[in-house]
């Protein structure tokens, strides 16, 4: 038999014993019941593919038998557990066996990408079982609420949204300015669940996650922190610097998926900033003293702040249309000096958009750079005017030569 036949069951063998693996080191650690394992996984994988194979050979009816098949098996074992242990206990391995058996038909039909990404994900929620738990366990209410609002503005108001331009000179897009409001909001929540699954790993990471969610709200926190715990000034220095160089990569990150021409354009002065951060927390690193700490920060999502931040983007997005026609360049600088001081994220994202003109990458991103060094100024203010003296000069000192290179960098570059 040929190998390119052959490799559609090599393969859901493969992925089964993939998720057989798993479920045999979970029931070694007794995080699981006597279901399956090792062998039954890949035997039920292989079990699809031939069932798919003498349903295409054959008839179809021998696949639709298969499937009733393995579920009433599935089924019988699940009661039979139950039976044998007397306790109730979840179906997490059965439902999980019954997915495998559909990989096993995906590997027949050659969808192999699709089959090994079920298969890895189907693994992961497995093996994450503890922490999953953990982490539903401390959950909170208004989080959970949070969750749910943040699903309907991203898979139920987006969809139905018009893709249009609107108003004068074009500068309202229902649907655009919706998508960014999810995009961020996306950001904000991803760095926000890795901070509460990883927990408190120090201040060093809790600057990096913090970055993630909101670098001024790490500055605003570990600034006030510093006047209580002075002693420990340098690792909080360490934080608020390492969340500030997160915001350099998160407006990379940005503008990677929304325009790769302007991406190219800021990525040689944005890495010189980031190179400057890291070795200068490196150096801090040395000196700082390991201490456990964490950033008190809110859900990143409420539908009210998502709401503002889409009036505040469609607003700045109009503003530099309108700036640019009436004043050229100097209207989109002055225009992302000022959203600089409020919030980075919507600036990033309309000069996006504008910088889809060729003509104007190059003023798209200075006003980039313009609006991240603004920014940067607004944390030095803050961890001057909140924090504890040496706190606040150390970042003061370190950010202005941030700016001073930035401004250097837009000026002869």
């Known amino acids: 038999m040929e190998f390119v036949f052959l490799q559609s069951f090599i393969l859901a063998l493969a992925l089964g014993a993939l998720v057989g693996l798993e479920r045999e080191y979970a029931r070694y650690k007794k995080r699981g019941h006597d279901y399956a394992g090792i062998r039954t996984f890949p035997l039920i994988s292989l079990f699809g593919a031939l069932a798919a194979y003498f349903g295409k050979v054959i008839s179809i009816w021998i696949l639709i038998v298969a499937m009733i098949l393995i579920s009433i098996l599935i089924i019988i074992a699940y009661f039979a557990n139950v039976q044998k242990s007397r306790i109730y206990h979840g179906a997490t391995s059965e439902v999980a066996g019954f997915i495998t058996f559909f990989v096993g038909v995906l590997c027949f039909y050659n969808e192999f990408t699709f089959a090994a990404f079920i298969t890895i994900v189907m693994t992961i929620l497995l093996y994450a079982r503890s922490r999953l738990h953990h982490f539903a366990e401390h959950i909170q209410k208004k989080e959970l609420g949070d969750t749910l609002k943040f699903a309907v503005v991203a898979f139920i108001i987006l969809p139905f949204l018009p893709d249009k331009s609107y108003g004068p000179y074009e500068i309202f897009n229902p649907y655009t300015t919706w998508l960014m409001v999810v995009f961020i909001s996306a950001i904000s929540f991803v ?100 201490v456990k700490g964490k950033v008190h920060l809110t859900s990143p999502f409420t539908i009210v702040p998502a709401l503002k931040f889409g009036l505040f983007f469609a607003f700045i997005l109009a503003i530099v249309k309108i700036g640019h026609i009436f004043f050229a360049n100097r209207g989109v600088y002055l225009v992302s000096l000022l959203s600089g001081f409020a919030d980075v994220d919507a600036i990033t994202i309309s000069l996006s958009q504008l910088a889809k003109d060729q003509a104007l990458l190059i003023t798209a991103r200075n006003g980039v750079i313009i609006a991240a060094l603004t920014n940067v100024a607004t944390k030095a203010g803050i961890a001057y005017v909140l924090g504890e003296r040496k706190f606040g000069w150390t970042i003061l000192s370190f950010f202005a030569c941030l700016i001073i290179i930035g401004l250097l960098i837009i000026y002869f570059v």
């Open 191 to 290: 760095g926000y669940i890795a901070m509460k699954w990883l927990g408190e790993k120090g201040v060093t990471l809790a600057g990096i996650l913090g970055g993630l969610v909101s670098s001024t709200a790490v500055t605003t926190s570990f600034a006030q922190r510093s006047k209580k715990e002075p002693q420990i000034y340098q690792a909080l220095v360490l934080g608020v610097i390492l969340a500030d160089g997160i915001m350099f990569i998160r407006i990379l990150f940005v503008l990677f998926f929304l325009n790769t021409d302007l991406y190219t354009k800021v990525l040689l002065p944005f890495l010189a900033l980031i190179i400057l951060t890291a070795l200068f927390s490196y150096f801090l690193w040395k000196k700082a003293s390991k």
